[in-house]
């Protein structure tokens, strides 16, 4: 019952953005700090950004490749997280992974690993090329 549904992924040009959003159902996000992870052919799985529990401040973390270029939030209101993308790259082109873990009263996320968390969704494919 408890599921993540990503969405937003697609083509786009090299300098281009995207917004990836991620819908939970089935838990409440108060207590859960969500993460973006991504995966391309032959290689291993990469933790892209976070966001932590609101307890502690909704601090983000963005992966150095990504910083200045991507931004995570997130709306416990609207169950939902998102990840707006942009001056994408051909390096960004990868499976985008929206995953939650919970933190309970707080709990901050930058050094999770995918093993940490508890639940995933079935990725949205972004591809960034000419």
């Known amino acids: 019952q408890v599921q993540l549904v990503e969405s937003g992924g697609g083509l786009v040009q090299p300098g281009g953005s995207l917004r990836l959003s991620c819908a939970a159902s089935?838990?409440?996000?108060?207590?859960?700090?969500f993460g973006w992870f991504r995966q391309a052919p032959g290689k291993e799985r990469e933790g892209v950004s976070c966001?932590?529990?609101?307890?502690?401040?909704?601090?983000?973390y963005y992966v150095d490749s990504v910083k200045g270029r991507f931004t995570i939030s997130r709306d416990n209101a609207k169950n939902t997280v998102s990840l707006q993308m942009n001056s994408l790259k051909p390096e960004d082109t990868a499976a985008y992974y929206c995953?939650?873990?919970?933190?309970?009263?707080?709990?901050?996320?930058?050094?999770?690993?995918?093993?940490?968390?508890?639940?995933w969704g079935q990725g949205t494919q972004v591809t960034v090329s000419s």
């Open positions: 966001i932590s529990t609101n307890d502690d401040d909704g601090m983000t």
């Open positions: 995953a939650a873990v919970y933190l309970g009263d707080g709990g901050e996320c930058h050094h999770l690993a995918p093993p940490d968390y508890d639940y």
């Open positions: 089935g838990f409440t996000l108060d207590y859960y700090a």
